[in-house]
């Protein structure tokens, strides 16, 4: 069985940090490309950042220069660091993985509140 846990979310003041992490099962971790997605209330669920099993990332505009994606393959772990928050970061933050294969899983999702 497959499972993708997200934790870390919380509530953190403007300009604050907050580090994501999503700790995978099930799969052969190596063997996917990790991302994380948002989705604020009213909104859609939207790609923030992706990092694949060599390290190679991107990142949304919005995200890029504040959040930094990483994965430690020895832990089957996915991490986002995200600093110089704003009050337009607050989202529920997903994880996400997919492979070659079309096979795709979601967390279940972590809130991160930017708020003073």
């Known amino acids: 069985q497959v499972q993708l846990v997200e934790s870390g979310g919380g509530l953190v003041q403007p300009g604050g940090s907050l580090r994501l992490s999503c700790a995978a099962s099930g799969i052969i971790f190596t063997g996917y490309v990790m991302d994380w997605y948002r989705q604020a209330p009213g909104k859609q669920r939207e790609f923030i950042a992706g990092i694949s099993s060599a390290g190679h990332t991107n990142y949304a505009d919005s995200v890029k220069g504040r959040f930094t994606i990483s994965r430690d393959n020895a832990k089957n772990t996915v991490y986002l660091q995200m600093n110089s928050l704003k009050p337009e970061d607050t989202a529920v933050y997903y994880c996400?993985?997919?492979?070659?294969?079309?096979?795709?899983?979601w967390g279940q999702g972590t809130q991160v509140t930017v708020s003073s």
């Open positions: 996400n993985c997919w492979a070659g294969s079309g096979n795709e899983y």
